[in-house]
């Protein structure tokens, strides 16, 4: 009894500790797995923030290489050389290659040396004014030294000629004869001589004065405070706003010539058009500055600017003859049939949608425009796309080259030579055949590209660019005499942009259209070889023959390049006479 006793009180208190561990590993493992939760939970919150890190560093890295490429690109704007002039390579003896095309379309040298040493290339000045200036020893004659003796003189002089500049502000007195009758016939009883064709009546400048105006001013592309800084360093002190009167009395004399190349540049069958955008500071509306745009058509002969507070289509409608309401080009003014026109352009949307819409209307883009994004590719990213963009740079090179040969050839089998047509027509087939194979392998090359997986984004969007324009880019098959590039308009708005730069811009709207004015009549003399300060100063004479009114009829159509006649182009194209 004693022993049985004993056993049960132990047995009791061993089954309440294996109670107490049993619990408290209850506890323990509810613990655990409260603390797997949580840790599950933390593990998951933190996936996802990884997935987000992960997100924003690629868009991050994506970010970072678009703003490289922009960077790129503008630093190649603003500090590089142009990519559309390239050096010639070195030949294989060393020696440069002098034939080599300097430009995407042949500009080189000739092999003319130039620079330092290059004498025999000096031009010929002999047609300039010769001024003689004696120097001679003080007091004349030269002495010896040790005894006195005076030199006699060697009857000829050393001369050396050189050039010499000078601006000179003078005030010009017109000093008008004047008689007296000395009969006694029934006529007047004094007479007085006539005096110069003043294009301002009472104005202060003379006609060479206002043509010299409009060359600095526009031409030059010097601003309003510029002219009055140098005619003040040259002793006349002239007002600004007595420079901006006289610009805009002399301009509205030079209004029926700016519409007379309006209207001739309306008729052109062929165009390139581009524009710029431009500041005018204190628009009718009271809200300026504004923002406008110069538009520029080139034809033919003719080169006319359009300055327009929008760069809507209206104002390519208006000058390119569509119809705002159809879109479709207006029927020929002298028989009424229908119209064809080729526009050479950029890829903006307004000229994209009216060749869409018009019928007759053809597009020619730029090649020269495309071929920059392949270079603005390879600047943004050297390492990989550096190869890639010069393949296709060479491709384009290659392109270039025969649409000059095709120009060439069609040229010639245009007009051939006695006996020549049949050879004529055979090199224009031959280079036909050359274009078609030279735009065969670039389709190829971009089709094969666009699908190839791991491309860069600089070089997809290149290659997207082209196969978005691509219609308007083989279409140079069809119109071989045309360029391959729009880049007659964009060296016509060079001087505009030059103007804008030095100045900023217009006053006023008045002032903007005047400056277009002024850029439509002195670029449309420009293109016929014409001196710019003669032929404005002839223009301006005429007009004060007619009394200070602007010309009209034969008289303005004789001051048309397209229509005046040989003697008037060769005595425009000279320089103004001395004095």
């Not at 061993?14 to 797997?36: G, H, I, K, P, T």
């Not at 994004?373 to 392109?399: C, H, K, S």
């Not at 006996?419 to 087939?429: I, Q, T, Y």
Request: proline share 6%; charged share 25%.
């Amino acid at each position: 009894m004693t022993v049985t006793a004993g056993v049960v009180p132990d047995s009791e208190g061993a089954e309440a500790s294996l109670r107490d561990v049993l619990a408290a590993a209850l506890d323990a493992n509810r613990e655990m797995a409260r603390l797997a939760a949580e840790l599950r939970e933390e593990n998951g919150r933190l996936r996802e923030e990884n997935a987000r890190l992960r997100a924003e560093g690629a868009e991050q890295a994506a970010e970072l290489e678009r703003l490289r490429a922009d960077l790129a690109v503008l630093q190649r704007m603003v500090f590089g050389r142009s990519s559309e002039r390239a050096r010639p390579e070195p030949s294989a003896d060393g020696g440069g290659d002098a034939g080599q095309d300097r430009d995407l379309r042949g500009s080189g040298t000739g092999g003319k040396k130039r620079g330092p040493g290059a004498r025999a290339g000096r031009r010929d000045y002999s047609h300039l004014p010769r001024v003689e200036v004696v120097w001679d020893f003080e007091g004349g004659g030269y002495c010896c030294p040790e005894c006195g003796t005076p030199f006699t003189g060697l009857g000829s002089d050393h001369v050396a000629e050189q050039l010499d500049w000078l601006v000179i502000v003078r005030v010009r007195a017109d000093c008008r004869r004047r008689y007296r009758r000395a009969c006694s016939c029934r006529v007047p009883a004094t007479a007085t001589a006539p005096g110069p064709p003043k294009a301002i009546g009472k104005g202060l400048f003379t006609n060479a004065f206002i043509a010299m105006l409009f060359t600095e001013r526009f031409v030059a592309g010097r601003s309003m405070n510029s002219l009055v800084t140098g005619l003040a360093r040259q002793g006349a002190d002239v007002a600004p706003g007595t420079l901006a009167g006289a610009c805009a009395q002399a301009g509205a004399l030079l209004a029926p010539l700016e519409d007379a190349i309006t209207a001739r540049s309306r008729r052109s069958w062929h165009l390139h058009a581009d524009e710029t955008t431009w500041r005018v500071f204190a628009p009718s509306d009271g809200d300026g500055p504004a923002r406008w745009w110069l538009w520029v058509f080139l034809g033919a002969d003719t080169a006319c600017f359009v300055m327009d507070a929008t760069r809507s289509g209206a104002v390519l409608a208006r000058h390119a003859g569509i119809d705002e309401k159809t879109g479709q080009l207006t029927p020929d003014d002298d028989d009424g049939g229908p119209r064809r026109l080729v526009i050479s352009s950029d890829f903006y949307a307004v000229y994209q949608s009216a060749g869409k819409k018009a019928g007759g209307l053809v597009n020619l883009y730029c090649w020269a425009h495309i071929r920059r994004y392949f270079v603005r590719a390879g600047d943004a990213n050297p390492a990989q796309l550096g190869y890639w963009t010069a393949a296709w740079l060479e491709l384009i090179r290659d392109l270039y080259a025969t649409h000059a040969q095709l120009m060439t050839a069609w040229a010639q089998a245009a007009a051939p030579a006695p006996r020549e047509a049949a050879a004529a027509a055979a090199r224009l087939e031959e280079a036909g055949a050359a274009w078609d194979e030279a735009i065969t392998v670039i389709d190829e090359a971009r089709k094969k590209q666009m699908t190839a997986p791991g491309l860069q984004e600089p070089a997809k969007k290149a290659l997207a660019t082209l196969d978005r324009e691509w219609d308007g880019l083989t279409a140079h098959r069809d119109y071989p005499m045309i360029g391959l590039d729009n880049n007659p308009a964009e060296r016509a708005l060079r001087r505009p942009v030059v103007t804008r730069k030095n100045a900023y811009g217009s006053r006023n709207e008045d002032a903007a259209r005047l400056a277009a004015r002024i850029w439509t009549v002195t670029a449309t003399a420009q293109m016929a070889g014409l001196n710019v300060l003669t032929y404005l100063t002839a223009y301006l004479d005429e007009c004060g023959r007619n009394h200070g009114k602007p010309l009209a009829g034969p008289d303005l159509e004789r001051f048309l390049p397209s229509h005046a006649g040989p003697g008037d182009l060769r005595a425009w194209a000279q320089p103004p006479p001395p004095g």
